[in-house]
């Protein structure tokens, strides 16, 4: 006999639909949450929509863009809004002189930052394939009319900007007439989705109104989306999205929502049944529906390295729902896959944020794998079908890097430069460390770089009196390689003052790690009140000194001043 919960799940993998190979439309009741409400209301529903997606890996990005970003006529060619050259996919990596690239700029919230989180940073509704050199031009400018050009290739023109833009900034970044009103949906979409983020640059953004966006980027973003109307092209990427991400731009779906916040509406009740939308959508029927994921889902964890492991957050949402959900995981690799229930309460699934499902990738052989995630049960009729892929590789080994000098000092910018590494990495690590010998004030900061096609990496926030030093190291499938040397950019604008006897000083839990080139000797560790509290006879590399709590000077024999260092 055939046990009866089997039984159940033949009978619901029986009921799945053509609808399988489809597009995706608007779920049910997605937007049910947005209906009858205003001003900051509706802006607080989106983003609260919006945030329960799945955030996904950056390493599989590339295998989402062969969906999201892919030419109608051409699906192996890369639909570029920078510029108009002809790119083509090649599976997870990146097309040579493409970058994987944030349309609003990763540094004006910090980007791959534990303190914001990091779904801003892998959100695909933001992120698109970039021609190289048109990246680095527009740099982190923020979008406007440009005045006065000083780089053009006839799709993204970079310069100064048009009176009253640029919020600040010397420099904007205006793209072609027929992507303007895409780029505006796409900050409409972030300004809600990531209005709880403390933004570091606020050219465009501010950390004061509800609204997020400063009027002058309000009435350009408004225009832009007025003259240039939803494109084919936009609605085909949402659907895509959905599909991979399990959220959507509403901006795409609902054209006019942005008059409602910032528009000539505003003030005005959002009803969806009243609502054109850029595609076909149903209204919810009060019959057990599952609003997410929808049939068709697919989540990619791309490349996991053997021995590490991957999770994903899939939001489980349904309406109307009348029983628990069942879940199981089923054919080929399922073993590589788990998840931490069998079922989700209708109490949990139909509540507004619907339920957090984790779904862990544990490897345990190299190649391809994948299974599927069937959720059944709940009042459905039928099943919805999620299917699973990933791919195991070997561990990475990682040589370690060297850091050359600093180039192109001026004013408060310069470029970081290294040797690239020879092996396949999937991006750089540059970890800085600013001292302000006016105040003693230090402070770190990780920067990763998009991609690894470039050996070099604009800053341009030093401060006067500063001095910053800077190490880099390569990332690869969740392994990190040694650290480089140390540069050092001292406070004149001197780089390499210190290269004889370089010293980096890691403050870390429990103590300090000593990174430098060679050994230095004696050194004595002192505590703000001037006490010694330590001596090391020969200090040396990867060198741990275990300290409490609090905040050091630590002199060498060699060094010209004392080194201050902060122990959690």
């Known amino acids: 006999m055939i046990p009866k919960r089997l039984y159940r799940l033949a009978i619901a993998i029986a009921a799945i639909t053509a609808w399988m190979g489809a597009s995706a439309t608007i779920p049910a009741g997605y937007y049910s949450s947005l209906d009858g409400k205003s001003g900051e209301a509706l802006k607080d529903a989106i983003h609260n929509l919006a945030m329960q997606h799945t955030t996904l890996s950056y390493g599989s990005l590339w295998g989402y863009f062969t969906e999201t970003d892919c030419r109608p006529e051409n699906p192996n060619q890369v639909w570029d809004m920078y510029s108009d050259d002809v790119f083509y996919f090649r599976g997870y990596s990146a097309p040579y002189g493409m970058n994987r690239e944030h349309s609003l700029p990763k540094s004006w919230w910090g980007g791959y930052d534990a303190s914001q989180g990091y779904s801003a940073y892998t959100d695909i509704n933001h992120l698109y394939p970039s021609e190289e050199d048109a990246n680095m031009a527009k740099y982190n400018w923020p979008l406007g009319e440009v005045s006065q050009v000083e780089f053009d290739n006839g799709v993204t023109r970079v310069g100064s900007p048009m009176m009253g833009q640029g919020g600040g900034a010397n420099q904007v970044f205006e793209p072609d007439n027929r992507y303007k009103g895409d780029f505006a949906r796409t900050y409409f979409y972030m300004a809600c989705a990531y209005q709880h983020y403390k933004w570091k640059y606020t050219y465009m953004l501010n950390n004061t109104s509800w609204k997020t966006l400063n009027n002058w980027s309000i009435e350009m973003l408004c225009r832009w989306a007025r ?17 991979h991400q399990n959220n959507r731009n509403p901006f795409i779906d609902f054209p006019d929502l942005f008059e409602y916040i910032w528009g000539n509406r505003q003030g005005q009740i959002f009803y969806v049944s009243e609502a054109g939308t850029s595609s076909d959508t149903t209204t919810y029927d009060g019959e ?27 939001y489980v949402k349904g309406h109307g729902l009348t029983n628990p959900l069942s879940l199981v995981l089923y054919r080929d690799d399922y073993k590589m ?34 299974a599927h995630l069937v959720i059944y049960d709940g009042g459905l009729v039928g099943s919805v079908e999620v299917e699973l892929l990933a791919t195991c590789l070997p561990a990475p080994t990682l040589t370690t890097l060297t850091a050359l000098e600093a180039t192109d000092i001026n004013g408060s910018k310069y470029i970081a430069n290294w040797k690239a590494a020879n092996e396949e990495v999937d991006y750089y690590v540059i970890t800085r460390t600013i001292y302000n010998k006016e105040n003693g004030d230090v402070r770190t900061e990780v920067t990763n770089t998009d991609d690894s096609n470039t050996a070099s990496y604009l800053f341009d926030d030093r401060m006067p009196g500063e001095t910053h030093t800077y190490y880099v190291q390569s990332y690869r499938l969740g392994y990190l390689s040694n650290p480089s040397n140390t540069i050092t950019l001292d406070a004149s604008g001197i780089t390499g003052i210190e290269a004889d006897k370089p010293l980096h000083i890691i403050g870390k839990e429990g103590g300090i790690l000593i990174q430098c080139n060679e050994d230095l000797g004696t050194a004595t560790i002192y505590d703000m009140a001037g006490r010694v509290v330590r001596r090391i006879d020969n200090l040396h590399n990867d060198m741990v000194i275990d300290l409490p709590r609090g905040i050091y000077l630590l002199k060498t024999a060699t060094s010209r001043s004392a080194w201050k260092v902060a122990v959690q």
Do not use: C, M, W
């Not at 490349?303 to 991957?310: D, N, Q, T, W, Y």
């Not at 139909?350 to 052989?365: R, V």
């Open 227 to 243: 003259n240039d109307a939803v494109s084919d092209k936009e609605v085909n990427r949402n659907d895509a999205v959905q599909k």
């Open 288 to 314: 057990p529906e599952l609003i997410a994921p929808t049939q068709g889902t697919s989540l990619n964890f791309g490349e996991v390295a053997l021995g590490k492991s991957l999770d994903y957050t899939l």
């Open 337 to 370: 896959f788990s998840i931490p229930v069998s079922t989700i309460s209708r109490t949990a699934a139909n509540s507004a944020d619907g339920y957090a499902l984790t779904i862990t990738y544990t490897p345990t052989t190299l190649g391809n794998h994948s």
